[in-house]
């Protein structure tokens, strides 16, 4: 005998469906401080009364068994167009590189976030950043220090000649202290160098770790957002050269900027990571000193070597760093023949790419040999070049230093080489030409399709010529070194 099933009809079941989804779900709430607990309890976790908890019926969305419900905001929203903008513009530092990199200066309770590795003069710029801030902003300026006295900071701001009677000075490392400073100060600028010294009581964790220095400049943000403070926050660096601390400090601060340079050059560079007021790729280039540190506003200057006559070896390109071109000069020094593996020595320059251009020049050149060589390249000044487009300027470099044959000192190249000796099109050529243009060099090798021919614009004081591969590039070079 067998028993026959009926099915409800699809219809059915999805009315019953829909029905079932409509139908109001329990929930509960304490009546006397309105607590929502997942399921009913005698006493309510968040007040402690006994038999509070009393079953109550919702149709609102819950969130982790909690209903969300819906309440007036503190301010409404409002048409875009009547919105004024004028509390987001950058009031200038007085700082002329530094504020080129913040797009303008900085805005009123913005947030700062400055990374740098120690001695690299974070806290000397930004004492300077907050003297010129005291003396033309017209608000006092404070600067706290969690690594350093009050007197250390006087004998630098000494140093530097940086005193002033609006700038305020403070040594605290906890984070209640630093708000009763801003309570007292009431200053338009705060510097806390840095975030990873100051701790608060009311969070876990030892001073500098993830769960500390997240609740304190998740703190300082909101303070700052609400008392229109511009703030910047000194970060420390890991081996690798990011900012140390949990990521999400780099998504809670407004702007992230990265302070670099060699220990043993003067130079120095901040660089933008996140902008949200402006461009991300700016670089601003300063200069250390005995007398603190000054901005550059045309650095191109350190990285050229100005000589008597020709010296083979030596090549200059125009590297990008942001959207500011810099002229530099790359060296090449040929060394004798050796048994086994030659050594590829480079510094400022990536050793990836040496390698790549001394085996297409190998490959692709008839009078040079280079495998049994050693070669040694290298940048002026403490730059760093890794950018693609240095690489013609670095293979004209060695073909120079391995003929002995010197480069035109007023050439400059542009391109990037590939792996058949082409030259390929790289960013930015007019921008590269006019700076290259505005110190002199009348004669550019760019790669085909970048010259005033193909662009429609280009400097009328220098020669443009477009060159396909490294050979027509070297003679090229070698035409205009015999004019």
Same mark, same amino acid.
């Given at each position: 005998?067998?028993?026959?099933?009926?099915?409800? !009809?699809?219809? !059915? !079941?999805?009315?019953?469906?829909?029905?079932?989804?409509?139908?109001?779900r329990p929930a509960y709430e304490c009546d006397a401080c309105g607590h929502q607990p997942p399921k009913w309890v005698g006493r309510c976790p968040e007040c402690g009364e006994w038999g509070s908890v009393v079953e109550c019926t919702v149709t609102g969305p819950t969130v982790s068994g909690r209903v969300v419900s819906s309440r007036m905001p503190a301010e409404p929203a409002r048409p875009i167009a009547t919105i004024s903008a004028a509390p987001a513009r950058?009031?200038?530092?007085?700082?002329?590189?530094?504020?080129r990199v913040l797009g303008g200066g900085l805005v009123p309770g913005a947030v700062v976030l400055l990374a740098g590795e120690p001695g690299v003069g974070k806290s000397t710029l930004l004492l300077d950043?907050?003297?010129?801030?005291?003396?033309?902003?017209? %608000?006092?300026?404070? $600067?706290? %220090?969690?690594?350093?006295?009050? %007197?250390?900071?006087?004998?630098? !701001?000494?140093?530097?000649?940086?005193? &002033?009677?609006?700038?305020?000075?403070?040594a605290e490392s906890d984070l209640a202290a630093v708000l009763g400073h801003l309570d007292a100060v009431k200053p338009g600028l705060l510097v806390l160098d840095s975030v990873q010294t100051i701790s608060t009581t009311g969070t876990e964790g030892v001073p500098g770790g993830v769960t500390q220095v997240r609740a304190v400049t998740a703190a300082l943000v909101a303070v700052a957002k609400e008392r229109g403070v511009a703030t910047v926050l000194v970060g420390h660096v890991t081996k690798d050269g990011q900012v140390a601390g949990?990521?999400?400090?780099? &998504?809670? $601060?407004?702007?992230?900027?990265h302070f670099e340079g060699d220990k043993h050059s003067s130079l120095r560079m901040v660089r933008g990571v996140k902008n949200r007021f402006g461009a991300a790729d700016e670089v601003g280039c300063f200069e250390m000193h005995e007398g603190g540190i000054s901005s550059l506003a045309d650095p191109s200057g350190l990285f050229l070597t100005r000589y008597s006559e020709p010296v083979p070896g030596t090549c200059v390109t125009v590297a990008m760093e942001g959207r500011r071109a810099l002229v530099t000069e790359v060296q090449a020094l040929i060394g004798a023949t050796v048994a086994g593996s030659p050594r590829r020595t480079v510094s400022g320059l990536d050793s990836a790419r040496l390698a790549m251009v001394l085996a297409v020049l190998q490959r692709r050149t008839e009078r040079l040999t280079l495998h049994d060589r050693e070669v040694f390249a290298a940048t002026v000044g403490g730059i760093r070049v890794v950018e693609p487009a240095a690489d013609l300027a670095v293979a004209l470099a060695v073909a120079s230093g391995g003929l002995n044959l010197a480069i035109a000192p007023h050439l400059v190249a542009i391109g990037e080489v590939g792996l058949t000796g082409e030259v390929r099109r790289v960013g930015a050529v007019p921008r590269r030409l006019a700076e290259a243009a505005r110190l002199g060099f009348r004669l550019a090798l760019v790669p085909p399709g970048c010259g005033p021919t193909s662009t429609g614009a280009g400097p009328e004081q220098m020669r443009v010529v477009e060159v396909s591969d490294v050979r027509s590039a070297l003679q090229a070079a070698a035409r205009a070194s015999a004019e």
């Open positions: 005998m067998s028993i026959s099933r009926s099915t409800p !009809a699809r219809g !059915a !079941a999805g009315g019953r469906g829909k029905a079932a989804a409509r139908e109001p950058a009031r200038p530092t007085g700082v002329s590189e530094l504020d950043v907050a003297q010129q801030w005291a003396a033309g902003a017209g %608000s006092p300026s404070l $600067v706290v %220090s969690g690594e350093e006295s009050v %007197s250390q900071v006087r004998l630098r !701001a000494e140093r530097m000649g940086t005193l &002033h009677d609006q700038l305020y000075l403070a949990p990521r999400v400090l780099e &998504h809670l $601060v407004d702007v992230v900027l």
